[in-house]
Nanobody, 112 residues
Framework: QVQLVESGGGLVQPGGSLRLSCAAS????????MAWYRQAPGKQRELVAT???????NYLDSIKDRFTISRDNAKNTVYLQMANLKPEDTAVYYC??????WGQGTQVTVSA
């Protein structure tokens, strides 16, 4: 039984930074592909970043120079470090673990 709990979302000004956390239980994050998705109002949920069991990461092209996905195996937690945030980054961000586990999401709002 897998549980994923996101945290770290909130309101931030354009150009600011934010770190999202995804605490997992029931399965090891080091043994599964972990991912961050996001969904803005009226838009389809999109894949933002992934990290594989060997540590390989992949990113959505529009954020690859600003966001970093990482993993702390001891804490069984994955992170999404976001820098130089833009209003278009506003969305609910979701953590995902293979094959089909989702967190409830955390809201990120980028606004002056």
């Amino acid at each position: 039984q897998v549980q994923l709990v996101e945290s770290g979302g909130g309101l931030v000004q354009p150009g600011g930074s934010l770190r999202l956390s995804c605490a997992a239980s029931g399965r090891r994050v080091s043994l599964n592909v972990m991912a961050w998705y996001r969904q803005a109002p009226g838009k389809q949920r999109e894949l933002v970043a992934t990290i594989s069991s060997d540590g390989t990461s992949n990113y959505l092209d529009s954020i690859k120079d600003r966001f970093t996905i990482s993993r702390d195996n001891a804490k069984n937690t994955v992170y999404l470090q976001m820098a130089n945030l833009k209003p278009e980054d506003t969305a609910v961000y979701y953590c995902h673990m293979t094959p089909s586990s989702w967190g409830q999401g955390t809201q990120v709002t980028v606004s002056a």
